[in-house]
């Protein structure tokens, strides 16, 4: 069974710089425009998809594994004076 190499960094900044373009020129920019006219509102969209990003990422995939954790040990039997002393298992 053949590994399949991942793309290399030219073909993908030339796929992105290509697709970029593309979109740039739908959105109202002339194809020769590489300073913005309102870098503000340039980058409001990219911005807005990080902090959802950011907010699920903390909200479903953090949070999960800790309940996960929890549930998959005997965390909640034990009172809190019990669990501060104890070793975390992460740190070796």
Known sequence: MSKKQ????????ATYGFLGGIAS??????PGEIIAKD???ELCPSIVV???????????????VG????????????????TTAAAVPEAG
């Open 6 to 13: 991942p793309p290399s960094a030219v073909v993908l900044i």
């Open 67 to 82: 309940i996960a954790k929890i549930n998959n040990s005997d965390m909640l039997k034990k009172k809190y004076e019990d």
């Open 25 to 30: 020129y739908l959105f109202g920019n002339s």
């Open 50 to 64: 990080i902090c959802l990003f950011l907010v699920y990422y903390e909200c479903y995939d953090v949070m999960g």
């Open 39 to 41: 870098i503000i509102f």
